[in-house]
C-alpha cells in the first residue's frame, strides 16, 4: 500500500505530515524544522531555491523571491486579490494567456502553480527521506473558502510535483479530524480559524464510531491579521499625522516599514501587555528634517482598535450556529486554529461566545498537517475505520434570464449528493440553451464564478416557456461535479463534468509536469555529487592523516614505495576531479580512495 | 413444508408504530390464523408489503410468528379436470415464512448481488435492501430508529449506515452499478439525518408524520380493541363469505382511510397467468425461490390463479371461467378456506388434522377419502354457524359501534364499523347512506390535516404524494376548488397519472365554471397527455375569462399553429 502523505500548503509556511503506527506524525525538514517557508526564489545563477534557503536570501533577493503565492493561485489576472498583489509584492506579477497569473522571476515566466508545486515538491521530498521510499499520494488542504478553480490549481501543483492529490480537503476540517482522532468520543466541535487573511469558522461532528462529519463552513475571506495590522497603521499613521502634519501614506517604504513594525507589535502584545514602536528616520519633513516615529502600543489599545474585527468573527460563528440548527451549548468543544488565535482577545471573545474555554490542545502550525495525513490514511488504508463526510464550499446553479444566479446545491450539502430543477425556454422558438454552471453565493451570475458551460440544442420549436428542461447537479465525494440538462419532452441529453480551470491547459501542466521531473532527476544528481565530494573530502583528509605512519612502516621497501607512489597519484587524480566538480568522474575516485584509504588503515594497523 | 403465521401479542402497542393507513389495514389482517400470503390475498395487497409489515411487528416484539394451523383440505385438480376426475386431496403448503429481516426480501434481482465489482457481499446486500426501499420508507425506518429516538441515537444510526455506503469507504475500489446506488442511498439518509438531526426540521417532520398517522390510530385502535377475537373478527370471516365483499377485497378496502397510504400501490394489478407452472401445487415447494425470481405480486395472484376450489364449497357453476373472473373466483375460494379454518379454531373446535399421509398420524390409517368426507362435514356444519350468526342483528350491532364511536369522535373507527356495516348488507340504502355520511364527517375532519400535509409534502417535492393528500382535502371540502386544483397541479409536477389529474381539474372547472385558472389547468394537462383539441378548448375557455393571462396566451398560440 502507497503511503498517502498530508501536506498544509500554507500561505507562508507548509507543513508535512504522514501515518505511521497508526498515529499521524509531523515530518521535520533537514533542518530540523516542522515548518518550511512557502517561498521560492531563483539566484543569479539560475539555481532553485525552496523553503528555509529561499527565506535567507529573501532580503538580498526580493524580486526573484515569490512568498504567499498562494494568495494568487487560481484566481484571475484581473482579480482584485491580484491588483492588490501587484501594489504590495516586490516579485514581479504578470498576465497569462488565458487571464491567469504569471510570476516572472529572472528570465523565466512561471505559472503560480508551478511555484507551488515546487514547495510541494519540496515536501515530498521531506516526507520521501523520511519513509526511504518514494511518495506518490497526497491529500492537501485549502482554506475553506477556496472556489473549485483555487481547488483545481492546487491539485494540478501537486500534479506538477509528480504527486497525486487524491483529496483536497478544508483546513479547519482538517484541524478538527486531528483533533478528534483516535479520541474516543462524540462531540460537535467548531474550529475557529483566523489566518492571516481570512476567517473561517467550521462546525464538526465527531464521533466514536470514527465519523466525522462537516455541519457547515462559513466565513469572511476579508477579515484576518492583516485587516487587524491595518488597525495599528492607521492609528500610527493618524498620531504621526497630528504631531507632524505629514501623511506616511504617501511614501511607499515608510508603509511597508509601518507594516512590518505594526505585524511585530500586534505579535507581541500577545504576550505582553505594551510594547513600543520605534521607527527612526521614517521621513523626512519639508524642511529636510528626519523624522522618527516612537509611539508605546497597549493591549488595552489594540483591543479598542480591533473589538470590532473580533465582534465581526463572532457574529458569524452565531449565523452559522443559527443556520446549522445549532445552540451554543450544542456545541461541546471549541479548537482554534491559525496565528491570531493567539490574541487574547479573541481566544476571550471565543471563550464568551461558546460559554467554554477554547480546547488548547492542539499545536495551530502543525494540526492541519495531521489532519490532511489522516484523510489520507482513512481513504487508502483499510485498516483506518473511519470516514469524512465533507461539504461542499459554496452555492453551484446556473445562469437564468436577468443575468440571475439559480441555486442548484446549496453551500454547505453534504457530498455526494444531486439536485435537479426545471427551466423553460424564455425566447419563442428557441432551439437551443446555454447552460453556464456558477459556483459562489451572490445572486447576480455576473459576480459568481464560472466553472464551464454547454449548449443543449434541437429543442422543439414552441414558444417561451413551452420547452421544459430538467437540469442536474451532481457531486461525488471527490468533489467532481457533474451537470446534465435534459429536454424533457424529446429526451434529448447533455452532460458535462465540469472540470474547473486553474488557468493552465492540459498541455502546459504535462510540459510543466515533466520539467519539474527533470529539474528533481537533476537535483537528485546534485545531491550524489554532493555526498561523493564530501566523502572524497573525509577520505582525503584521513588518507594524508595516515601517510607519515604509512611511510615509516613501509617505506624502506622497494615494493612499499611504489605503493605509497601510487597512493599519491590516486589522491592527486581525486583533488584534481574534486576541483573540477565533475559529479559523475568523481564517484570512481571515491572507489580508488576508499581502497587507498583500507589499505593504509591495514598497514598502519599492523605496525 | 409448512411456514410458521404471524400473531399479534401486543395489540395495544400497536399505536407506537410508524404506520400509515395502508399497513394499519395489513396489520388488522393478522390474526394468527393466516399466513402471510393469505393475509395478502385476503387484504388485497401485495405479498412484499405484507412481509414488511409483519417483519417491523415481529421487529418490535408486537408480533411473533406462531406454528400454522392447518389448512383444510381442498381439491388440487385444475379447473379442466374437476369435472372427469371429482376431486382429490392433495396436501398444499400454504404461507411461506417470510425471510428474517435484514435479508433479501425478494426487492431485486440477484443477479445484482453477483455484479463484479469490490463491493462486500454483506455490504451490497444492505446497500441493496435499503436502495429498493427507499420511496417507501419515512425518515425514521430508513434510519431504523424509533420515532421518539434522540438526537445522539440518530446521530448514530446514521453514521452507521455512512460507514457503509458512502462511496469514500470505498475509496478507490470498483464499485461498478454500486456507485450510484451508494450515492442515492447516501443523499437518502443525509435528508433524513438533516431533518430528523434539526429541532425545527424534525418538528416540522413529526407534525407532518403525525397527521398522516393519525388517520390510523383510530383504526389500530379498532384493531386492538377485545371485540376483535369476538363477533368484530367472525363478521369479518362472514364477509369473506359474501361474493359481494369481493371488489372490496380486490380494491384492497375501498375506504378513504384506508386507501391512503405512504405508499400508493404502484403496481397494477397483476394479469393473472392461468399456465403459470411454477404455481401449481405440485411445485409449490419450490415457490420461495421462485419468489425471489420474480415480482411478489405476480407470484401471489399466480399462486391464486391457480389455487382451485375448496372441497367444501358447492362446486362453482362455471367449470372454465374467463380470465378476468378467475382471479376474483380464486380469491374468494381462498378466503373460504381461510375463513373456514378461522371459524373451525374460533368455535373452539379442534382444526381439521392435515391430510398429508404422515405414516405416524392418526390421519394415515384412514383412507384419503373418508378423512375427506370426515372435514368437508365439519366444514359445512362451521358454515352453517357462521351463516347462523350472520343476522340483520350484526349489521345492527355495527352500525350501533358506527354511532358510538362517533359520538366519542372516533370518526376513523365509525367509519370503519359502517363499512363493516355496508359490507354485510350491501343492498340497504339507509346503510349506505350512514357510511356516507360518516366517511364525509371523517373528510371533513381531516382535511386541515391533510392540507398540512400537503403542504409539506410539496414543500419537500414530493408531489405524487401531494397530490394525493390535496384530493383528500378536496373531499373534505366539497365545494372548494383550490384543493382539486392544486392536486391536479401536483399529479402534473410528478408527471402522475394525467387522466386523475384532467378528472380533478374538470370537477374543479365545473365548481366555478368562471375560474380562468382551473381551465389553465386542465389546458396544461391536455398539452401535457397530447391531447390537442382538447386543449384548446380548455385554453380557450381560459383566455375567454381571463384574456391577460400569458401563459394562456403562449399555449394557445403554440396549439394553434
Known amino acids: 500500500m502507497d503511503k498517502v502523505i498530508g501536506i498544509d500548503l500554507g500561505t507562508f509556511n507548509s507543513c508535512v505530515a504522514v501515518m505511521e503506527g497508526g498515529a499521524p506524525v509531523v515530518i521535520a525538514n533537514r533542518g530540523g524544522y516542522k515548518v518550511t517557508p512557502s517561498m521560492v526564489a531563483v539566484t543569479e545563477a539560475g539555481k532553485r531555491l525552496v523553503g ?46 488565458h487571464g491567469d497569473v504569471r510570476v516572472k ?29 518514494d511518495v506518490r499520494k497526497a491529500v492537501v488542504t485549502v482554506p475553506a473558502y477556496f472556489n473549485d478553480g483555487q481547488r483545481q490549481a492546487t491539485k494540478d501543483a501537486g500534479a506538477i510535483a509528480g504527486l497525486d492529490v487524491i483529496r483536497i480537503i478544508n483546513e479547519p476540517t482538517a484541524a478538527a479530524l486531528a483533533y478528534g482522532f483516535g479520541k474516543q468520543m462524540d462531540r460537535t466541535v467548531a474550529v475557529y480559524d483566523l489566518g492571516g487573511g481570512t476567517f473561517d469558522i467550521s462546525i464538526l461532528e465527531i464521533s466514536s464510531q470514527g465519523v466525522f462529519r462537516v455541519v457547515s463552513t462559513a466565513g469572511d475571506t476579508f477579515l484576518g491579521g492583516e485587516d487587524f495590522d491595518q488597525r495599528i497603521i492607521d492609528w500610527l499613521i493618524q498620531g504621526f499625522r497630528e504631531e507632524h502634519g505629514i501623511d506616511l501614506r504617501s511614501d511607499r517604504m515608510a508603509l511597508q516599514r509601518l507594516k512590518d513594525a505594526a505585524e511585530k507589535a500586534k505579535c507581541e502584545l500577545s504576550s505582553v501587555v505594551e510594547t ?30 480591533t473589538a470590532d474585527l473580533v465582534d465581526r468573527t463572532i457574529r458569524i460563528c452565531e449565523i452559522t450556529l443559527e443556520e446549522a440548527g445549532l445552540d451554543k451549548r450544542d456545541i461541546e468543544d471549541v479548537i482554534l486554529v491559525g496565528g491570531m488565535t493567539r490574541m487574547p482577545l479573541v481566544q476571550a471573545a471565543v471563550a464568551k461566545c461558546f460559554e467554554r474555554e477554547p480546547c488548547k490542545g492542539v499545536h495551530p502550525d502543525e494540526v492541519v498537517a495531521l489532519g490532511a495525513a489522516i484523510q489520507g490514511a482513512a481513504l487508502v488504508d483499510e485498516r483506518q475505520d473511519m470516514v469524512l463526510l465533507d461539504v461542499t464550499p459554496h452555492t453551484l446553479g446556473i445562469m437564468v434570464v436577468g443575468g440571475y444566479f439559480e441555486e442548484l446545491i446549496p453551500q454547505n450539502s453534504t457530498v455526494p449528493t444531486s439536485r435537479s430543477k426545471i427551466f423553460t425556454t424564455v425566447r419563442d422558438n428557441q432551439t437551443a440553451v446555454k447552460i453556464l454552471v456558477l459556483q459562489g453565493e451572490s445572486h447576480r451570475a455576473e459576480e459568481n464564478d464560472l466553472l464551464g458551460e454547454f449548449v443543449l440544442t434541437g429543442l422543439r420549436r414552441a414558444p417561451a416557456g413551452q420547452v421544459e428542461i430538467e437540469v442536474t447537479f451532481e457531486i461525488d465525494a471527490n468533489g467532481i461535479v457533474s451537470v446534465h440538462a435534459k429536454d424533457l419532452e424529446t429526451g434529448k441529453e447533455q452532460s458535462i463534468t465540469v472540470t474547473a480551470t486553474s488557468g493552465l491547459t492540459q498541455e502546459e501542466i504535462a510540459s510543466m509536469v515533466e520539467d519539474a521531473r527533470q529539474h528533481a532527476v537533476a537535483r537528485r544528481a546534485d545531491e550524489q555529487t554532493e555526498k561523493a565530494r564530501q566523502e572524497a573530502e573525509t577520505l582525503l583528509a584521513q588518507i594524508e592523516k595516515l601517510f607519515p605512519d604509512v611511510e615509516k612502516v613501509v617505506g624502506a621497501s622497494e615494493f612499499g614505495r611504489d605503493a605509497l607512489d601510487k597512493a599519491r597519484a590516486v589522491v592527486s587524480r581525486a583533488r584534481s576531479v574534486l576541483e573540477r566538480g565533475d559529479g559523475t568522474a568523481l564517484a570512481e575516485h571515491v572507489e580508488a580512495l576508499q581502497r587507498t584509504h583500507r589499505m593504509f588503515r591495514g598497514v598502519v594497523g599492523r605496525g | 413444508m409448512s411456514g410458521a403465521v404471524p400473531r399479534i401479542v401486543a395489540p395495544e402497542r400497536l399505536v407506537e408504530m410508524p404506520f400509515g393507513p395502508r399497513e394499519g389495514w395489513i396489520a388488522s389482517r393478522i390474526d394468527g390464523l393466516a399466513s402471510v400470503d393469505e393475509i395478502a390475498a385476503l387484504a388485497g395487497v401485495e405479498l412484499a408489503e405484507v412481509r414488511r409489515v409483519v417483519d417491523l411487528l415481529v421487529e418490535r416484539g408486537i408480533c411473533e410468528w406462531a406454528p400454522p394451523t392447518p389448512p383444510p383440505p381442498r381439491s388440487s385438480a385444475p379447473p379442466e379436470d374437476r369435472a372427469s376426475r371429482p376431486s382429490t386431496v392433495v396436501p398444499r403448503s400454504i404461507g411461506t415464512r417470510p425471510p428474517p429481516p435484514g435479508t433479501s426480501r425478494t426487492l431485486y434481482d440477484p443477479a445484482e448481488l453477483e455484479e463484479d465489482c469490490d463491493v462486500e457481499p454483506e455490504r451490497r446486500r444492505t446497500i441493496l435492501d435499503l436502495f429498493y426501499r427507499l420511496d417507501e420508507l419515512d425518515h425514521y425506518q430508513l434510519l431504523g430508529v424509533p420515532p421518539d429516538a434522540d438526537r445522539g441515537r440518530i446521530r448514530q444510526a446514521y453514521f452507521a449506515l455512512s460507514k457503509i455506503v458512502h462511496p469514500d469507504t470505498l475509496f478507490g475500489k470498483r464499485l461498478g452499478s454500486y456507485k450510484a446506488k451508494m450515492e442515492a442511498v447516501f443523499r437518502r439518509i443525509t435528508e433524513a439525518y438533516e431533518v430528523l438531526g434539526n429541532r425545527r426540521k424534525r418538528e416540522e417532520y413529526d407534525a407532518y408524520l403525525s397527521a398522516r398517522r393519525s388517520v390510523l390510530v383510530g383504526g389500530a385502535a379498532s384493531v386492538a380493541t377485545p371485540e376483535r377475537t369476538g363477533l368484530v373478527h367472525r363478521e369479518a370471516h362472514r364477509r369473506q363469505f359474501d361474493d359481494t365483499a369481493a371488489p372490496i377485497l380486490a380494491s384492497g378496502g375501498a375506504d378513504d382511510a384506508l386507501s391512503h397510504g405512504g405508499a400508493p400501490p404502484r403496481q397494477p394489478a ?20 421462485l419468489e425471489s425470481a420474480s415480482p411478489p405480486g405476480s407470484t401471489i395472484r399466480s399462486d391464486l390463479a391457480t389455487a382451485p376450489a375448496g372441497g367444501a364449497t358447492p362446486p362453482h357453476p362455471d367449470a372454465r371461467p374467463s380470465p378476468s373472473s378467475t382471479r376474483d373466483s380464486a380469491v374468494q375460494t381462498r378466503a373460504r378456506e381461510v375463513a373456514a379454518r378461522r371459524l373451525a379454531a374460533a368455535l373452539g373446535r379442534p382444526p381439521p388434522t392435515a391430510p398429508q399421509p404422515r405414516p ?23 358454515l352453517a354457524e357462521a351463516a347462523a350468526l350472520t343476522a340483520s342483528s350484526r349489521v345492527q350491532s355495527q352500525l350501533e359501534a358506527a354511532r358510538r364511536a362517533e359520538a366519542e369522535g372516533n370518526l376513523v373507527a365509525a367509519v370503519n ?5 355496508v359490507a354485510l348488507a350491501p343492498d340497504r340504502e339507509e346503510v349506505r347512506a350512514e357510511h356516507g355520511r360518516l366517511r364525509q364527517r371523517l373528510a371533513e375532519a381531516q382535511a386541515d390535516t391533510y392540507e398540512r400535509m400537503a403542504r409539506y409534502e410539496e414543500q419537500s417535492r414530493r408531489y405524487a404524494e401531494a397530490a394525493v393528500s390535496w384530493s383528500r382535502v378536496a373531499e373534505g371540502r366539497p365545494g372548494d376548488p383550490m384543493p382539486l386544483l392544486r392536486a391536479a397541479e401536483c399529479l402534473l409536477e410528478a408527471r402522475g397519472d394525467l387522466q386523475r389529474a384532467r378528472d380533478l381539474a374538470l370537477q374543479a372547472a365545473q365548481m366555478r365554471p368562471d375560474d380562468a385558472a382551473a381551465h389553465r389547468t386542465l389546458g396544461r394537462i391536455y398539452v401535457a397527455a397530447g391531447m390537442t383539441a382538447s386543449a384548446l378548448r380548455a385554453l380557450e375557455t381560459a383566455a375567454r375569462l381571463d384574456p391577460d393571462d400569458g401563459v394562456v396566451k403562449t399555449l394557445l398560440r403554440e396549439l394553434r399553429r
Open chain 2, 270 to 289: 397483476a394479469p393473472t397467468d392461468l399456465e403459470t407452472p411454477a404455481a401449481t401445487p405440485e411445485t409449490s415447494p419450490s415457490l420461495p425461490s
Open chain 1, 105 to 133: 522571476l529572472r528570465d523565466k515566466v512561471y505559472s503560480i502553480p508551478e511555484i507551488s508545486a515546487m514547495v510541494l515538491q519540496e515536501m515530498k521530498l521531506i516526507a520521501e527521506e523520511y519513509l526511504g521510499t
Open chain 1, 276 to 305: 513600543e514602536i520605534n521607527l527612526p528616520f521614517i521621513i523626512s519633513s519639508n524642511r529636510n528634517q528626519a523624522l522618527h516615529l516612537q509611539r508605546v502600543l497597549t493591549r488595552a489599545q489594540l483591543e479598542a482598535l
Open chain 2, 417 to 421: 364499523a359502517a363499512r363493516m356495516a
Open chain 2, 360 to 382: 405416524s398420524a392418526p390421519a394415515a390409517t384412514q383412507s384419503p377419502e373418508t378423512n375427506r368426507r370426515d372435514l368437508a362435514k365439519e366444514l359445512v356444519s362451521a
Open chain 1, 52 to 97: 528555509h534557503i529561499a527565506k535567507r536570501q529573501a532580503v538580498t533577493n526580493a524580486e526573484n523571491t515569490v512568498y504567499a503565492a498562494k494568495r494568487l493561485i487560481g484566481r484571475k489576472f484581473d482579480s482584485p486579490q491580484v491588483k492588490n498583489a501587484i501594489a504590495t509584492c516586490p516579485y514581479r506579477i504578470v498576465e497569462g494567456p
